[in-house]
């Protein structure tokens, strides 16, 4: 057959991972639900080890409880938690575009542009969940050029958790200040100078942290 064939086992845990942290992060699966592998899985049509190894990886995140015999379940959300990583999001969004600036090329730069633009449309709209993928978008061009792993896998790690808080705090894009200030960042980029670019950088990531402390 051309087109039916084994599945790869690291893609099926990948889409699990993604489901799963989604439902999360949106509420869907509110904080301290109880999670049944079992039932994940029979929900997603999987078998019950690609949903293992993507609560095992949402664990490491934050996402996920578990207490051995006891229970696993979506973690409470803690405004500690939440603003722990913040500080370390914030810290290695700067770090990426010091990096990243002499790095970048046109087409780096166009990317940005049209995330921003996206995102200042979703925010105009007041679609949440596509404001929060088209900043994401433009951070991430950033985050990708200054080709630190290291850096992009932190940033990875610890942003669901400042995604659920939006959610679950706010439930509306927050970023009307963020797209005249992504057009700062863009020009600092353009011109090279990456202590302004980084600057910059953090200071978008702070007003969030400011909005963060209202709410604890």
């Given amino acids: 057959m051309q087109y039916i064939g084994r599945l790869d086992r690291a893609l099926l845990s990948e889409q699990a991972l993604s489901a799963i942290r989604r439902a999360i992060v949106a509420g869907e699966l509110a904080p301290g639900t109880p999670v049944k592998d079992v039932e994940l899985a ?21 996402l996920i409880e578990t207490k051995p015999h006891s229970y696993t379940r979506v973690t409470p959300l803690d405004a500690d938690a939440v603003r722990d990583a913040h500080a370390v999001v914030q810290s290695m969004h700067g770090l990426a575009t010091r990096l990243a600036v002499p790095k ?4 780096h730069l166009a990317a940005m542009r049209a995330a921003n633009l996206r995102f200042a449309e979703a925010v ?7 404001a929060i993928a088209c900043d994401d978008a433009f951070h991430d061009v950033l985050v990708q ?6 850096i992009a ?20 894009p ?12 863009i ?30």
């Fill in 153 to 172: 896998a932190t940033v990875r790690r610890y942003t669901p958790q400042l995604h659920r808080a939006i959610y679950l705090y706010f439930g509306s």
């Fill in 145 to 150: 050029a200054c080709e630190n792993r290291a």
């Fill in 42 to 62: 029979g929900r997603m049509g999987l078998s019950r080890t690609p949903v293992r190894e993507a609560l095992a990886r949402l664990t490491d995140e934050g």
């Fill in 187 to 216: 020009a600092a980029c353009e011109a090279g100078d990456a202590d302004l670019a980084a600057a910059l950088a953090e200071q978008n990531w702070a007003n969030l942290a400011v909005l963060l402390q209202e709410k604890s």
């Fill in 104 to 107: 970048l090329t046109s087409d």
């Fill in 124 to 130: 105009d709209s007041g679609a949440l969940e596509e």
């Fill in 174 to 185: 927050l970023g009307r200040d963020s797209a005249p200030m992504h057009e700062r960042i």
